[in-house]
């Protein structure tokens, strides 16, 4: 199966690529974080030998989130999309300024609409499953 997985490059999204990695699928996957992400996919390459693609994408902008669904079609249309880019922004929406709550909502909520939005006709063709997760990282 191919795979589509985003926030890859460690934690929650990182097991979800390890455990499709290790029962033989293909995997595209993204972080905004290059050096993480490829470090990810050598260990995933290496331990696991199968075909997997990273590059790093900062999914809270639209044209990136599309771009990266588009790249990842050149790999074959996906049975399974994983959205699990994230982000967390501490405090309460009165404290907060408005830039980090539209970061927060570009992440975890925009990336995965644009993202599927992207994909969503080749996999509708293909009847392929779509999951949304919402797992944001504490950095």
Known sequence: MNVVITGASRGIGFAIAEEFAKNGHHLCITSHNPVK???????LQTHYGHEIH?????LSVKENAVKFGN???????PDIVINN???FKEG?????????MEELMNTNFYSALYLTKTLLPSMIEKRADIFLTSAPSHH
């Open 37 to 43: 992400l490829y470090k990810a996919m050598e260990f």
């Open 85 to 87: 880019a994230g982000v």
């Open 92 to 100: 309460s929406i009165a404290e907060g300024n408005e830039g980090s």
């Open 71 to 77: 790249w990842c079609l050149n790999y074959g249309t």
């Open 54 to 58: 990273a590059k790093a994408f900062d």
